[in-house]
T-cell receptor
């Protein structure tokens, strides 16, 4: 089974609208971290936001927020007031075993290609 | 504060040749990671260093691949006897001791002809 599932291969959104990118995950580990990265056409992975499994509140970073629903195992990224520069690939990732015993590398989903239209 | 840097940014080689990539992490970061990303996919974890110790290797890291971090600073990833299937973006990331977030470099795009 896939550990990270991103069901939207591509999305078109009008500039200034809010957009939600879906991510569901699969783990039996009680301690894990969830990440979102942006990858423009240049190729660099840009960190956006992080949510720990025991964080009480949903993470926010500027225009980015993470809608964390633990029981549903979902960690959707919300971008408010989208801009043309938000056009890129977006990847959801997970690291399990934050308290030890888990893999140190991140497991990534296949990504969502977001295109912001003027 | 400089970010993670990788060299070269692009490499074209012929099948069977050896190639070596370099990664310089953020200066105070003691953890370093290598990933591989093929077209249309997310990055896949290859290996992880804490200081100079290589603590984890993915089964994706065949015996043609070797990574080193001799002084706990920069790291090199070598691919011997390259194959066309090795064509990919090779990404390096680093993180600090007490933080979970991994910061990525710009990557090295490898094309094996």
């Amino acid at each position: 089974a896939q550990k990270i599932t991103q069901t939207q291969p591509g999305m078109f959104v009008q500039e200034k609208e809010a957009v939600t990118l879906d991510c569901t995950y699969d783990t039996s580990d009680p301690s894990y971290g969830l990440f979102w990265y942006k990858q423009p056409s240049s190729g660099e992975m840009i960190f956006l936001i992080y949510q720990g499994s025991y964080d009480q509140q949903n993470a926010t970073e500027g225009r980015y927020s993470l809608n964390f629903q633990k029981a549903r195992k979902s960690a959707n990224l919300v971008i408010s007031a989208s801009q043309l520069g938000d056009s890129a690939m977006y990847f959801c990732a997970m690291r399990e075993g934050l308290w030890g015993g888990g893999a140190d590398g991140l497991t990534f989903g296949k990504g969502t290609h977001l295109i912001i239209q003027p | 504060d400089t970010g993670v840097s990788q060299n070269p940014r692009h490499k074209i080689t012929k099948r069977g040749q050896n190639v070596t990539f370099r990664c310089d992490p953020i200066s105070e970061h003691n953890r370093l990671y290598w990933y591989r990303q093929t077209l249309g996919q997310g990055p896949e974890f290859l290996t992880y260093f804490q200081n100079e110790a290589q603590l984890e290797k993915s089964r994706l890291l065949s015996d043609r691949f070797s990574a080193e971090r001799p002084k706990g600073s920069f790291s090199t990833l070598e691919i011997q006897r390259t194959e066309q299937g090795d064509s990919a973006m090779y990404l390096c990331a680093s993180s600090g001791q007490t933080q979970e977030t991994q910061y990525f470099g710009p990557g090295t795009r490898l094309l094996v002809l």
